[in-house]
């Protein structure tokens, strides 16, 4: 079960996420808990491995945003590092940040259950 405590063992700025939420812990859990499961996480993958570096764009620059509104830095500074890449077709290992960024969004969900 997710708390605060496990967020930030994590990484996550917790009293800036609470302040977004008006310092309610219920709505920032269940915030957190629902960028968990975020279905961005695995259509950016999939992008990425298909090279539409486009639509890997939007994926990631969504995530980016419920990452930096939450306060969970561990995913939110690889994320932005990746948008930013892709934003200007930049080459990178984009590979290297998603798998980066994949791993931490398993360590976020494993803490939801």
């Not at 996420?17 to 008006?22: D, E, P, Y």
């Not at 306060?71 to 930049?90: A, C, D, F, K, Q």
Request: glycine share 8%.
């Amino acid at each position: 079960m997710i708390s605060l405590d496990k967020l930030r063992a994590f990484g996550a700025d917790v009293d800036a996420g609470l302040a977004r939420c008006m310092n309610s812990e219920a709505l920032y859990l269940r915030l957190v808990g629902m960028a968990a499961n975020e279905p961005s996480f695995a259509a950016l993958g999939k992008y990425l491995k298909e090279g539409d570096l486009g639509r890997a764009f939007e994926e990631a620059h969504k995530l980016k945003g419920v990452a930096g509104n939450l306060s969970l830095s561990p995913i939110y500074t690889p994320v932005s590092e990746l948008t930013e890449l892709l934003r200007n077709r930049t080459a990178g290992d984009y590979e290297k940040l998603y798998e980066e960024i994949a791993a931490k969004a398993a360590e976020l969900a494993a803490l939801t259950k």
